[in-house]
């Protein structure tokens, strides 16, 4: 088995592809240790020194570091990571595949306009940012101000900040003329 690994421009973060679908929906974003009792995969991963953060998205692992080297601390991942696919044991230890989401938060009368910005987030703007190893997700819409859950390779990225105000705000902006501001959650 042959695992891939790519940078993702957050220096703290490595994307992992395995070669293999790792959740079949959705993602799951394991915050810390405790988050990871569902994923016996994100258990052994929280087991390496070093590791703060795991995401899982459809074809990749991605792993937030704290300052430890990557140089001391990828050869453990990939064996991780290796060792869970070769065993043929799922990743997940329930049928939950995806985080439940709290409750999105806007008002009836923007239910078209939240329609148009979670299509163009879908279609436009989640497949780029999975390509960089994470995930952005709509929270919510009031008084023209779209908020985001940022995820993965995007939470605490130095770039996050840019990307936001620069690339997803002037795309909703373009297309959805109610949309003032986007902010992280």
Known sequence: MFIQTEA??????LKFLPGRVVLP???YDFRSRTDAGVSPLAQKLFDVPGVVA????????????DETDWQHMKPAILGVIMEQ???G??????????????GEFFEAGDADTVSTIKELLETRVRP????????????GFK???????MRGACAGCPSSTATLQHGIQNLLRHFVPEVEEVRPI
């Open 128 to 139: 780029a940012v999975a390509q960089d190893g994470g995930d952005i997700t709509f929270k």
């Open 8 to 13: 993702t421009p957050n220096p703290a973060t």
């Open 54 to 65: 795991v995401f899982f998205g459809h074809d990749f692992v991605t792993v937030t570091k």
């Open 89 to 102: 044991q799922p990743v997940m230890a329930t049928s939950e595949a995806e985080n439940i989401e709290e």
């Open 143 to 149: 008084e023209g101000v779209v908020y985001l859950s």
């Open 85 to 87: 696919f070769m065993s």
């Open 25 to 27: 929906e959705g993602t």
